[in-house]
């Protein structure tokens, strides 16, 4: 039988780790598939560098139109990474009609309905799983598990840098600096990790999962980031004294036709499911109007288990070029248009530490605030700080709006009574 | 353009659910399939029975042979239970050349192979996502999601009723004829409890996971079961004091060619994912060699999470009818045969709890037997019984094989300082 050709873009970790199992699984693949899956070509910077797997160095190649203008390769992995460069191979692949499995959240979340589109134009699979969550195969779970119901609210910790961070934060009660400091040093923040920990990542992460949850056309301009380096130990601190855990999460919300996409750090409950995901582990919270809610949990990176969804793809490639259906299942070029909420009608509770001047009434100006804008609260807590001659107040509020919120915040501002807004989480579970 | 039209076998709890979501969604699933789905018939044990919907009465039948043999009927959905007359629907339905979706896990658990031959035989698709945890898509995850690793642990808490008794004793502290009788009053457990409360539903659904997640024919006698009617509180007292929860898991391993799959209260280390899920939620962890562990959270059972999976396959069974592929995707008549571990084969760590009498030496002596099987020990822990004039003691072992075990516990029957072997589990994570 004519073996499928696979061509590699790329051989870092990931795509050491997907060589790795298309050789180690391939009796495995074969029997699932009924044809031999073969890596045929592979892009590389330099050929000439010492590898942790052997690899046939005529395979090699560091000019990557050896391999999308290859006669033979069927289908083509990319998990070089970038944007630009990479977005003209894979729309060139594509164009010549070879399937594309990536790995590439940013090029997704940028370039997403156009690369779509391009594939169902040339009849082509694309495939995309390991770009969101690494070894948790969410998408097709939003695709095909939860086809039949109206996903309404999706919540992840999709970036494992951050949660790293913030889990040695809460357990160790170290400061976000000297945390960040250690991740670099274990390899697992990068020299710059302004994209992890700004929030950068998890949203382009959001904004695909966003639109193949809600079937509609989310783009990155759609989701606000607001990253953790603002975090201090106090807020972790006071966090757990009330309950809660300290999370980086993204939160995609649907309400009729509206949605709204966001990546903050949120006070999660600790009762709450994604409360005690740590360390690296990522993981995705889905609620669906019929099916309630549900939660899917693994490892976010790491070279085998990216490299598992996309082997996962591939098999899904080459059973849809047996079946004759390929590029007949991409569905998200046709989603609808994204209508976004408003700050207005955007809603959900928040956790605010102020610091006031310690006298009395000081309080009752304060809720007086929250009352004139509508905002009731849930719990206020108010105690002396011990490092400084002024009070400090922490309070949890119901359900409000963001833009009410904003107001509230914007009043304070002008308050002589508080010295500062001292931090503002939104407030999950 | 032509409609599908679905034969509802059942309209109990999940059927109601079918119903609601096929009407309630169908705006979005028409989105994704291209074409109306119709409920056109519907099986019911009474015609006149009132109802918690509405449904157009000349839509009711109390004869499944007017849905079985209905000409125009494309999918059969068979929500009515049951083994041997439900078989015998499926089976003729699959042979007219209709597709079946089925959440019969005892049908799927003892007569799956022979079914999903029979649809393979028609062209017909069989889906059967519902009939293992609910609103959890596992079956699907199992097949596609990790087509590309080899699964090597998959443990379970898929029954809600056991989970929300050992929950209740575990957080209350109540004792399981308690718990059983209040879980009765309010319909989580049965009248008879036994299938639930033995393993043996659990069984039946560990034997749909083994068979899809190792590839591998497993029927429901290769399956171990034992159930928590012997669960005391002082049981989950001392798990919970020693860092556990005790877990009804049911628990399937392969290495090499060899399987071993079973039921049993479980001691699980609190800081694993799955010692956490309480109540009636379900979980599944997968533990494969290249993704390492995952875990997939969700409702367990109920009217809209298990209708959910039924409808995510419905919509399966319309793409692959639109796509002409139907029958093309199943897998499991071709799997391989079962090979099971031997008692010597199979190994963990296991909790004792043994009453001994209370004097000098008998220390030295228990631990001299487990020296004599070679089970070496994690943990030893001897305390004055404060009932009994005896002495309690817990000890939890490193990894041993099952048989070691049982020789371990034979010897203390012959062993005239053991009073009583209290307790022996299995211990996890």
């Not at 006669?71 to 460069?85: C, Q, R, S, T, Y």
């Not at 004139?372 to 009070?391: H, W």
Request: overall charge negative; charged content about 25%.
């Amino acid at each position: 039988m004519k073996p499928i050709k696979v061509g590699l873009l790329g051989l870092g970790t990931v795509g050491t780790g997907v060589v790795r199992i298309v050789e180690g699984h391939q009796e495995d693949l074969q029997s699932q598939v009924g044809l031999p899956i073969v890596i045929e070509k592979v892009l590389v910077q330099n050929k000439t560098k010492s590898r942790s797997i052997s690899i046939d160095p005529d395979k090699l190649t560091e000019d990557p139109w050896d391999i999308i203008r290859h006669p033979d390769i069927d289908v083509v992995v990319e998990v070089m990474g970038g944007i630009a460069g990479t977005k003209e191979y894979i729309i060139e692949a594509l164009s010549r009609g070879k399937h594309v499995v990536t790995a590439n959240k940013d090029l997704m979340a940028l370039h997403g309905p156009e690369i779509v589109a391009k594939a169902k134009e040339n009849g082509c699979d694309i495939l995309y799983e390991a770009s969101v969550a690494g070894g948790i195969p969410i998408l097709r779970t939003l695709v095909d598990g939860f086809s039949s119901d109206r996903i309404t609210k999706i919540m992840g910790i999709v970036n494992g840098t951050t949660n790293y961070i913030l889990t040695k934060m809460s357990q160790e009660g170290a400061s976000y600096s000297d945390v960040l400091k250690e991740a670099q040093e274990l390899g697992y923040a990068e020299a710059d990790p302004t994209s992890d920990v700004e929030g950068l990542d998890a949203a382009r992460k959001m904004t695909i999962l966003a639109t193949l949850g809600f079937r509609t056309n989310v783009s990155l301009a759609n989701v606000s980031a607001k990253g953790i380096s603002q975090v201090s130990k106090e807020d972790i601190l006071y966090a757990k004294r009330l309950g809660y855990e300290l999370k980086l999460l993204g939160i995609a919300e649907r309400q009729d036709d509206l949605v709204s996409i966001s990546v903050q750090p949120t006070m999660v409950k600790q009762t709450h499911p994604i409360a005690s995901v740590n360390g690296v582990f990522n993981a995705v919270y889905v609620y669906g109007d019929a099916v309630g809610e549900t939660m899917f949990y693994g490892a976010g990176a790491g070279e085998l288990p990216t490299a598992t969804s996309i082997v996962a793809d591939l098999v899904a490639v080459v059973k849809n070029l047996k079946l004759g259906v390929s590029g007949k299942q991409n569905g998200v070029a046709d989603y609808k248009e994204t209508k976004l909420k408003s700050d207005d009608q955007i809603s959900s509770k928040y956790f605010l530490l102020l610091h006031v001047a310690d006298r009395a009434g000081v309080l009752a100006r304060i809720t007086q605030v929250f009352a004139e804008f509508e905002v009731s609260l849930e719990s206020v807590l108010q105690q002396p700080n011990p490092n400084n001659p002024d009070a400090e107040i922490i309070i949890i509020t119901h359900d409000a709006s963001k833009a009410a919120i904003q107001k509230v915040i914007d009043t304070f501002g002008s308050l002589d009574v508080v010295y500062k807004v001292k931090s503002v989480y939104r407030v999950e579970g």
